[in-house]
């Protein structure tokens, strides 16, 4: 049997384990996924433990994708890297290697189920944190014109200052949230990186800010119909719901890890059966 899993503090939250083993149940796979807890100055044993227990792959979460990605034991891919945040181990060659599947969470999301098309592409991301940073890079290295806005400003002039620097021909700007009614305006994609809007009635973009042209994915999935995504609709933009980032980052650690193409949809009705519940 494979055992794969999270790593996180906390984790009881986590709906990575249904959506997960509902891909092992659909192709047959003898394995099974598992959360793990550590001590928060315990990174390091921890994945190093997982290595010597034979674990197949990990995924990390929060407060360990940045502490994860410094360690010397972990060989992190190139965007991971530009990143500074692995979600995604796996164990499966003689090294440890990492990988940031929110960055190809947020690309899939927007191709696939928002009908993107990213090349040439202007993007405006909304938040500078984690969630930001992979997005940002996602999209830059998909080959959109990147523009972030945070709260403050000098964090967003940061990573679009990282983006030009790390993603070959990548063109990205920082700013406020104050410029966001002019940068929207010629925009083809907006995501909010942010958790406003979590379990919240609240949005960090003026409605009056979107139009029909927008394709809007909101990484909050909790609600699923977040205040930005029903005005979003009402401007007749395309919305994509939080759980979709979350559901093709799960899909495209579990391919790293299987080699396997992974069952979308059985990992889709796992995941939002979770979520309603």
């Known amino acids: 049997m494979d055992v794969y ?51 197949a792959g990990l995924n990390v979460t929060v407060p360990f994708k940045q502490d994860v990605a410094a360690l010397p034991s972990v060989a992190t891919d190139d965007l991971a890297s530009a990143v500074g945040a692995v979600n995604t181990l796996d164990f499966s060659d003689a090294s440890v290697t990492g990988h940031n599947t929110d960055v190809e969470g947020a690309v899939r999301a927007l191709r696939e189920q928002g009908g993107a098309s990213l090349s040439s592409a202007t993007a405006v991301v909304v938040g500078a944190g984690g969630a930001g940073r992979a997005v940002a890079f996602g999209l830059a290295d998909a080959g959109a014109s990147v523009r972030v806005a945070n709260r403050t400003a000098s964090r967003a002039t940061d990573l679009a200052a990282a983006v030009e620097r790390e993603v070959d021909g990548a063109t990205a700007t920082g700013g406020g949230l ?36 927008l394709v809007v994915l909101d990484a909050v999935y909790a609600p699923l119909e977040t205040r930005l995504l029903r005005d979003a609709a009402a401007a007749g933009a ?13 899909a495209a650690a579990f391919e790293h890890w299987t080699g396997e193409d992974a ?11 979770h979520l309603d519940a």
């Open 5 to 55: 899993g999270l790593i996180g503090n906390p984790v009881g939250h986590s709906l990575s384990p249904p959506m997960h083993e509902a891909a092992y149940d659909t192709l047959g796979l003898d394995a099974r996924y598992v959360t793990f807890e550590p001590a928060e100055d315990a990174v390091a044993a921890a994945v190093e433990g997982a290595g010597a227990l034979g674990v």
């Open 263 to 273: 069952p979308v949809d059985a990992m889709n009705d796992a995941l939002r059966s």
């Open 178 to 213: 104050d410029a966001l009614d002019e940068w929207l305006a010629d925009a083809d994609v907006l995501v909010n990186a942010t958790s406003v809007g979590m379990e919240t009635d609240e949005t960090p973009v003026p409605a009056n800010a979107l139009h029909e042209r």
């Open 238 to 250: 395309t919305t994509v719901d939080g759980a979709w980032m979350l559901l093709h980052q799960g």
